[in-house]
Structure formats: structure tokens, C-alpha cells
């Protein structure tokens, strides 16, 4: 079997002007995704989704296109070749960021066409199932709204879920959203709160995130999650020395580099890699022995459509640190849509899916239903600073 071709595939969604949500960083106006697909002699493609498709989509393809000329004609088989090989290329220009993300999409792409080949779930190719289930929690919380947050949270209980995950808007609200969910869950259901400080344009200044976490820590959170910039390794290690809830962090890690520099200054008790960010599933076993290596525990960020959802769960499935995997609960057309079959979620766990490869569906039909157009998923926010 050969490659023979590798094409982009986008899509979007445009949110009603009343159903935007937002977070601290901007508004989510819909829905763009892309994905990487993968072409054999034996007309056996493969899938992989590229996280950053739903922020920058139209610079995925140029990327793909100069990859793909170093893999044409190359046996998909050789996974961990294949990795060493676009990396090895491209690494004057590409050792993290964006272009990591661009990689991933290829090396998922290749291990969900493997899985087809052969006939078996891509858990199986990263060496078998380390667990029975996934843990999975519901995450949503783009508002500041208490009403809104308690309707979500009664949707994810009712759904089956044991976890859930808000974002924090405005941090005067934080004691005051926090108890409202700690009252209607009780003791015992997992809580964890989202600052999303890695990713926003304009971070809170340090005080106001020690203080926010002074506050949360007596509601007992499972985790506080990304309360700094992800450049800022040592803020995380000091928040850790002064609560006593769990920090985590590193969704955004983009190589094995990032993930060491988490690891080594003890930034984290949870680390966040999401397998559509961090060059694919090749890099993520790294990460996960790395983890291991560190007694850090590993929640895969998945904030995608189907594609990053089942790469995450695959890779949880098969890494013996893994204790959570994120589940979307924003409205999106290309989640459930593009899966080959309905997850089964029991007792707040996914069992593990059985289809070859990742189990996901691409048709024409849903191609044509969401053509793409440049709308801006994703809409950023900056104010300049006054004096």
C-alpha cells in the first residue's frame, strides 16, 4: 500500500447572533473545522482533524501542501517513520507552534487509515487498551450566567456524566458561580474550573488569579485549569505551593519540549495535552510516558469536532496516566455527526469504541451540508490597556 495523495478539508458553522458563547478571551460565533485526509493505492483513505482549523483554517491547506510532497509514494504503515520525517523536514521553521498542529492532523490521518487496513480500533495500534473506559466529564460554561450554568449542569447529569467544567468569565463572580454548582451537585460530583488564561489575548494580572484560587479552593474543585499564561511555568509551580485543589494546565503544548518544561518545574498535578495540538498520537505516547515518568496525571483537551474527540479517547484509552478525557457539550454539527457510532457513556465512563481506525464518517453529503466560509469562529478580543 502507498500514498497517493493528501488533501484539506474545510467546514464551518455560523452561530445564530443569540447563541454566541463567550470566554475570556473573546466569543465563539460557530464552528470551523479541518481535517487532513489521507489517500492509498488500495482506496483506503484516513482522517485527521487539525485543532487550529477552528482559528485559522485557510492556513492548513499550504502547510499540508508542502508536507505531503515528502510523503507521496510512502508506505502508511511506517507511522513512527513518517512522524520523524515531516518533523525532520520541516524543523528549521516548525520546532512548535502551529505547524505542530498541521502534523498531527498527518500522523492521525496515518494511524486511522492503519486501523482501517487491519481491521481494528487505533487503540489497538498504540498498544491496547490501558483501561476499561474513559472517565469523561461534560464541559461547557461560557457564561456568566447562573441559571445557564445550572441548566447545563442538570443536562450533563441527566446525560449520565459524574463531571463538569465551567469557565470563568469575571472573576468578582467566582465564589459566588462556584457555589451555586457546589450546591446543586452536592459533595461528591466533580467540579473543575476553567480560568483560560493560556490562550487569552489580555491574562488576569497574578493577584487577581491568586485570589480567584483563594476563593474556589473552599469549594473544593477537582482541578483549577490554565490559571496563567502557558509561558509562565513558574506562576503555575507557586500557585501550586499556596492551594491545596489540583493545577492544570498545557492544552497547548505543541512538542515533547513544552511538555518536559511542565513537567520538570512541577508546574502541573494534571497535564492537559490535546492530541490534535501536539503532533498527533506518535507524540502524544511520548508525552504520556514522560507523564508517567513524572506522576502526573494526564485529561486529554478536546475541544473539537468528532475527530478531535475520537483521537483524545483513543489515546486515553491506551495511556496508563490518563484519568479524564474532555467532552464538548457546545452545540456543533461536527461532533456526534461524524462519528461512525454513538459513543456509549455509562456510569460518567465512554466505553471504548470498536470500529476501525478512529470511527469516524466524512461523507460527501455532510460536505456539502457545511460548505466552508470565512465567518471567524473564534472571534479574539483586545482593549488597549488605559493609564
Known amino acids: 500500500m502507498r500514498i497517493t495523495d493528501i488533501e484539506t478539508l474545510l467546514m464551518s458553522h455560523t452561530f445564530p447572533s443569540h447563541a454566541r458563547w463567550r470566554w475570556t478571551g473573546g466569543e465563539i460565533a460557530g464552528w470551523s473545522i479541518a481535517f487532513v485526509r489521507i489517500h492509498t493505492d488500495q482506496q483506503i483513505h484516513g482522517l485527521g482533524e487539525v485543532y487550529f482549523g477552528a482559528f485559522v483554517p485557510?492556513?492548513?491547506?499550504?502547510?499540508?501542501?508542502?508536507?505531503?510532497?515528502?510523503?507521496i509514494g510512502e508506505d502508511p504503515f511506517r507511522l513512527g517513520y513518517l512522524w520523524q520525517k515531516v518533523n525532520r523536514v520541516s524543523k528549521f521553521w516548525n520546532r512548535h507552534?502551529?505547524?505542530?498542529?498541521?502534523?498531527?492532523?498527518?500522523?492521525?490521518?496515518?494511524?486511522?487509515l492503519v486501523g482501517k487496513a487491519v481491521g481494528v480500533p487505533v487503540y489497538q495500534l498504540l498498544g491496547g487498551l490501558c483501561h476499561p473506559h474513559m472517565r469523561a466529564y461534560a464541559s461547557a460554561g461560557c457564561t456568566d450566567s447562573p441559571e445557564v450554568l445550572i441548566n447545563e449542569f442538570r443536562a450533563a447529569r441527566a446525560a449520565g456524566f459524574h463531571g463538569y467544567k465551567w469557565r470563568l468569565?469575571?472573576?468578582?463572580?467566582?465564589?459566588?458561580?462556584?457555589?451555586?454548582?457546589?450546591?446543586?451537585?452536592?459533595?461528591?460530583f466533580d467540579i473543575m474550573v476553567d480560568l483560560v488564561q493560556g490562550s487569552a489575548p489580555q491574562p488576569w494580572p497574578r493577584v487577581t488569579v491568586l485570589d480567584v484560587a483563594a476563593e474556589l479552593t473552599n469549594f473544593r474543585p477537582s482541578w483549577l485549569e490554565e490559571p496563567f499564561a502557558i509561558e509562565n511555568k513558574r506562576a503555575y509551580r507557586d500557585l501550586r505551593r499556596r492551594v491545596t485543589c489540583p493545577i492544570a494546565g498545557g492544552e497547548g503544548i505543541t512538542s515533547l519540549e513544552e511538555a518536559q518544561e511542565f513537567l520538570e518545574d512541577e508546574a502541573v498535578d494534571i497535564l492537559q495535552p490535546?492530541?490534535?495540538?501536539?503532533?498527533?498520537?506518535?507524540?502524544?505516547?511520548?508525552?504520556?510516558?514522560?507523564?508517567?515518568a513524572n506522576h502526573v496525571q494526564i485529561a486529554s483537551h478536546s475541544w473539537g469536532g468528532g475527530g478531535s474527540l475520537m483521537a483524545n479517547l483513543h489515546f486515553a484509552l491506551a495511556n496508563p496516566s490518563s484519568t479524564w478525557i474532555e467532552y464538548c457539550r457546545l452545540d456543533s454539527p461536527f461532533r456526534e455527526e461524524l462519528l461512525e457510532a454513538p459513543l456509549e457513556l455509562a456510569d460518567g465512563c465512554i466505553r471504548p469504541p470498536c470500529c476501525p481506525g478512529l470511527g469516524l464518517r466524512l461523507t460527501d453529503d455532510i460536505l456539502n451540508r457545511y460548505p466552508y466560509e470565512k465567518t471567524g469562529a473564534h472571534v479574539f478580543s483586545w482593549e488597549e490597556p488605559t493609564t
Open 58 to 71: 485557510e492556513m492548513i491547506g499550504p502547510v499540508v501542501e508542502d508536507l505531503k510532497k515528502h510523503l
Open 97 to 112: 507552534g502551529f505547524g505542530k498542529s498541521v502534523i498531527a492532523g498527518i500522523d492521525i490521518a496515518l494511524h486511522d
Open 169 to 188: 468569565l469575571d472573576p468578582s463572580q467566582a465564589a459566588f458561580l462556584m457555589k451555586k454548582l457546589r450546591d446543586e451537585a452536592g459533595p461528591d
Open 274 to 292: 490535546d492530541v490534535t495540538i501536539a503532533g498527533g498520537l506518535t507524540l502524544a505516547k511520548m508525552i504520556g510516558v514522560l507523564a508517567q
